[in-house]
């Protein structure tokens, strides 16, 4: 699992914690990005994001 930090499209940063599924080519609206596919920790949503976008990333230990 990764805690990040990331900075959305309207320009607000958020935190989350995601267990990212997939890193690759991605297409949003017509255009083209690097992103990775995760989900969230906090609701189990699906989320698409941009590598350009992330502000930073830190692993977080699995605790049982």
Do not use: C
């Amino acid at each position: 699992n990764l805690h990040m930090k990331y900075l959305k499209g309207n320009g607000e940063f958020v935190q989350r914690t995601i267990r990212p599924v997939w890193i690759g080519e991605m297409e949003y609206e017509g255009n083209e990005y690097i992103g990775v596919e995760a989900l969230s920790l906090e609701n189990g949503a699906p989320m698409n994001l941009s590598l350009k976008r992330i502000i930073s990333l830190e692993s977080q230990t699995l605790t049982e």
